[in-house]
């Protein structure tokens, strides 16, 4: 007989972004419905967790205010690098929200008591007061921030589109990885962390440090729950508080899409989501490649209008290629991709299209612009369930390229994807997640918790064991020389002897 927690009370908590509350509310309306659970939210995401959940069972909503109006636009020009992005914007949205969510969480969690907390891994101002606060927390990540410098060269840092056998293959990459990655990192993100951490002195909070800025520190003190599957993982060693739980997606739709399209045609659905605006440039590019695949037909996502005009104004001037292609400002994303016809996905690479083509095997063509959509992309092409190219360099001609490689071994890139798809299947996705945190409600997580980050750097990685095998190394060398001289000059001195 299963044993479930008793009614408990569970405070989940998300940034303001669509894709991360959407997982948030598929985990809570898998819980079971015995315990009380609470949201909070920006103001402009109020209506959202309504729509998600208030058919499902009781939600209380805790508004964190409305969203500051110094927040950093995701808008990111092509030639920016992701470091600079992250700098930029996320870590500068981070800060710009910490004092504001911390200010109201404080107040709510002083009149009011959880059993548990669920943050979102960028909301660090409720991260620290879980902990401060001696309230059981689970981390919600979209994927794993890699802040260990003693990592092997070979593995990637997950921050970029390093992949295994790039990295396997090339001194200059591991040197990349090893040693230049890291102090980039730091260049780019420990500023942040500084202002960060002057806002936890003035708040009072234990303040979090990192060796290259990316405030992981709470991570090894709580269970992470990643949204991800963990055969698109990089890591070669997982501590026990991870958890690897498929993707959480909606339900899946039957639905198909009227005006069905022949199946030897290379139908090929082109989106790169709202929070990043592509230049047109890059549209242009995309939309040549009907120039060169006889075969091939469009479906273009573009939501910004101005952009949108210069397409359709573009394609009308190709009487030839009209009719394959069709431009729309939003469509049902699942509803295409689960449809027949649709062969190919061109795409931004966040997780959740990822997973999405995952769940309905179709290859993917990734062009990365920020965050942990480059090393999706990488991911993705190490285990061959499609490509990657680099926006700023993207060509029309590098598009067919990639679009052949998919087209020629077509079958063998949908048996991946299914496998990767039923991977995910048995990982559990939400009704796992939901499992897992009614379980740690009744016995506790300190079973999973390591205690390597109590320990210090020396004694973490041995290096006092080395520093001394290494001094011991030395002496022997000096002893042995000394012993080769002594025995060099008594032979010279026994030799001088004798001709004297």
């Excluded at 600079?84 to 949205?93: C, E, G, I, Y």
């Excluded at 997982?238 to 009227?258: A, K, M, R, V």
């Excluded at 006889?294 to 910004?304: E, G």
Aim: glycine share 4%; with cysteine.
């Amino acid at each position: 007989m299963k044993l479930y927690a008793p009614p408990s009370r569970l405070l989940f908590v998300s940034i303001p972004n669509y894709s991360h509350i959407s997982a948030l509310t598929s985990i809570a309306r898998d819980l079971p419905s015995h315990h009380q659970i609470s949201f909070a939210v920006f103001e402009e995401n109020i209506q959202l967790i309504r729509e998600k959940l208030e058919s499902y069972r009781p939600v209380t909503i805790i508004s964190m205010g409305h969203l500051s109006k110094s927040r950093k636009s995701y808008a990111k020009p092509d030639d920016e690098s992701n470091l600079a992005f992250l700098h930029r914007v996320v870590f500068s949205n981070i800060v710009n929200d910490y004092k504001q969510i911390h200010n109201v969480l404080f107040d709510h969690l002083q009149k009011n008591s959880y059993d548990m907390m669920i943050v979102d891994m960028f909301v660090y101002a409720a991260q620290d007061l879980a902990y401060d606060l001696h309230i059981p927390m689970v981390i919600h990540s979209v994927s794993y921030l890699n802040e260990d410098l003693t990592l092997p060269s070979w593995i990637p840092r997950g921050i970029d589109t390093l992949t295994y056998q790039q990295l396997q293959n090339s001194f200059l990459k591991r040197f990349y990885n090893s040693i230049v990655m890291p102090l980039m990192m730091i260049y780019y993100l420990k500023s942040r962390e500084y202002q960060l951490n002057q806002i936890q002195m003035e708040l009072n909070r234990t303040v979090t440090r990192s060796t290259l800025g990316l405030c992981t520190q709470h991570w090894s003190r709580f269970p992470v729950i990643f949204y991800t599957s963990i055969t698109l993982e990089f890591r070669y060693r997982y501590p026990p508080n991870y958890h690897f739980i498929g993707f959480l997606l909606e339900n899946q739709t039957s639905d198909q899409i009227e005006n069905e399209k022949e199946s030897n045609l290379v139908n090929t659905y082109v989106t790169f989501g709202t929070l990043t605006v592509l230049h047109e440039t890059i549209w242009k590019e995309i939309a040549n490649t009907l120039d060169f695949v006889s075969q091939m037909r469009l479906l273009l996502v573009i939501p910004q209008q101005p952009i949108r005009i210069k397409i359709q104004s573009l394609l009308s001037s190709k009487i030839n290629v009209l009719s394959r292609v069709l431009v729309v400002p939003w469509i049902e994303q699942k509803r295409v991709l689960t449809h027949h016809s649709v062969h190919l996905f061109i795409t931004h690479g966040g997780l959740n299209s990822v997973g999405e083509a995952i769940y309905a095997h179709v290859p993917l063509i990734i062009l990365p612009g920020f965050a942990d959509q480059f090393t999706n992309a990488a991911k993705v092409e190490e285990t061959k369930l499609g490509h990657f190219l680099y926006r700023n360099m993207v060509t029309s001609v590098g598009i067919v390229e990639k679009i052949k490689l998919i087209h020629d071994d077509y079958d063998q890139y949908v048996q991946r994807l299914r496998r990767f798809h039923q991977v995910s299947l048995f990982e559990g996705g939400a009704e796992r997640a939901a499992q897992l945190i009614d379980e740690w409600l009744l016995t506790g997580y300190s079973h999973l918790i390591t205690h390597e980050h109590e320990l210090s750097y020396l004694i973490q990685n041995s290096l006092d064991i080395w520093l001394t095998l290494f001094a011991g190394f030395l002496l022997f060398i000096y002893l042995f020389f000394r012993i080769i001289k002594s025995i060099f000059c008594r032979q010279q001195s026994i030799t001088k002897h004798k001709t004297d």
